[in-house]
């Protein structure tokens, strides 16, 4: 059901990769919402994904540019301005990636030319967004500014890795950016921390499966999903959120407040059934 929400509002999405992102998901419901969008991800993932389907079966420009080229950020800030007709309303940042993960490096023996490109990409990439937006005034007054994030920031999670330094990285620019951008031009900069999901990116972590299941016995309204993000999401982008900024939001049915909940404790439980050991 759809309420009009983002109705003459225009808006970059970035991470859009196939039908399993996030930021695919989010991309859909802001048309569904009365959005102009403009997608946009590196050439490689454009290649790979199926990205290009998206935008030609809903008319909208995808523009490659790799985040981490403040290059490719200012030729991406200026044809979007140029195909609005004038200044955007928000910005979606999805974007995370992590070679020590891929590569299976334990955080003890991490490689830290990885370990640079994790920080780049997953993290110092917003700022580039942010400042490259901010330089060019490319923003209309009251926007919103939104960067997805996990609870790893936070807490010791098994196997995120170096990524979990990342996310604490996105969520301190996100508060230190949001002072300045919303004190000299009324945008509001926030990140979500949102359930465990199975995307394409969350699918190359180790034991992402019983992430996801601890995650939803742990959670008392059980794990949110994909679509339940991008309605999240689109009340971030809305006017009805004008005075909600510098916050890491926690979209993750409860989680993030837990200690122990009895289906985490009956499933541990369990595991004791046929051990001696007890």
Known sequence: MAYNLLKGKKGIIFGALNDMSL???IAEKCIEEGAEIV???????????????FAAK?????IPADATSVEDLTNLVN???????????????SIGMSLNVRKKKPYDDL????LQKTLDISAISFHKVLQTTKKLDAMNEWGSIVALSYVAAQRTMYEYNDMAD????LESIARSFGYIYGRERKIRINTISQSPTLTTAGNGIKGFDSLVDFADRMSPLGNAT?????DYCITLFSDLTRKVTMQNLFHDGGFSSMGMS?????QYNKSFENDDNK
């Not at 809903?58 to 995808?62: E, F, R, V, Y």
């Not at 994909?226 to 991008?230: F, I, L, N, R, S």
Request: charged share 20%.
């Open 23 to 25: 930021a695919w998901k």
């Open 39 to 53: 997608l946009t991800n590196t050439p490689l993932s454009i290649r790979m994904g199926g990205v290009q389907e």
């Open 58 to 62: 809903h008319n909208i420009p995808l």
């Open 79 to 93: 044809q979007s301005v140029e195909h609005f007709g004038g200044k955007f309303d928000f910005i979606l940042h």
């Open 111 to 114: 490689d830290y030319d990885f």
């Open 166 to 169: 990342a996310k604490a990285v």
């Open 226 to 230: 994909a679509d339940e993000c991008a």
């Open 262 to 266: 009895c289906r985490a404790m009956h």
